[in-house]
């Protein structure tokens, strides 16, 4: 089924630990986007790639980093976690790279609890 | 900086109608509306385009007012299925969307 998978589902990690979100997409889609996502504050964009080998910084990107080797995997580590990145953390995709007219489409979303 | 969304929550019975806006300090090229299901990843509802075109699914319309930078949603009879928070994404150039805060909405009996 085509779409986008993100592991893990949740996780409870202490800070001051390092973690790497998963995400891939077998749509074939050029970009790729991660956000977060806290109430009452919506979904903010924290990095994204127009293609592989590119990454850009979106609204929130301090503590975060991403990479992108090929066109199907957009990992998104925090290298020390802290409380305030407690979060659901979604990645999404879409076709081209005009924000203005491609859907992107979300994946399920990383429930993650920094204590 | 993020649009601004309006109302924040809403509340109706089922076959009422509703209108939730999206208004942006920044000049708009496009705007997508995004429902999201508690729980579950935001699902693309419509996008509009600067110029006029529209582009969507469901018995959902919108409107994009560019020289006024708003953009409105319209639910008519609504249904149990809308339920849900409900997502403006502005697009001012380049790939980037910035998302509005949101708006729930529920519908109920």
């Known amino acids: 089924i085509a779409g986008i998978t993100q592991a893990p589902t949740s996780q409870i990690l202490a800070a001051g630990r390092r973690m790497t979100l998963r995400c891939t997409q077998d749509?074939?889609?050029?970009?790729m986007y991660w956000y977060r996502q806290d109430l009452g504050l919506g979904l903010r964009l924290i990095h994204y790639?127009?293609?592989?080998?590119?990454?850009g910084k979106g609204e929130v990107p301090d503590g975060y980093s991403v990479s992108r080797a090929n066109t199907d995997d957009f990992p998104l580590t925090l290298a020390s976690a802290v409380p305030s990145q407690t979060s659901v953390y979604f990645c999404a995709s879409s076709v081209g790279t005009s924000g203005n007219t491609d859907t992107q489409y979300f994946g399920p979303g990383t429930r993650l609890t920094v204590l | 900086q993020q649009p601004v969304q309006s109302p924040q929550a809403v509340i109706l019975r089922e076959g009422e109608d509703a209108v939730i806006n999206c208004s942006s300090s920044?000049?708009?090229?496009?705007v997508h509306w995004y429902r999201q299901k508690h729980g579950e990843a935001p699902v693309f509802l419509m996008i509009?385009?600067?110029?006029?075109e529209q582009k969507g699914h469901e018995k959902i319309s919108a409107s994009f007012n560019e020289k006024k930078q708003q953009s409105s949603l319209y639910l008519t009879a609504s249904q149990l299925s809308y339920s849900g928070t409900y997502f403006c994404g502005a697009g001012g150039g380049g790939n980037k969307l910035t998302f509005g805060t949101g708006t729930q909405l529920k519908v109920e009996l």
């Open positions: 509009l385009l600067k110029g006029g």
């Open positions: 749509m074939r889609h050029n970009a």
């Open positions: 790639s127009n293609t592989a080998g590119t990454t």
């Open positions: 920044k000049a708009l090229y496009s």
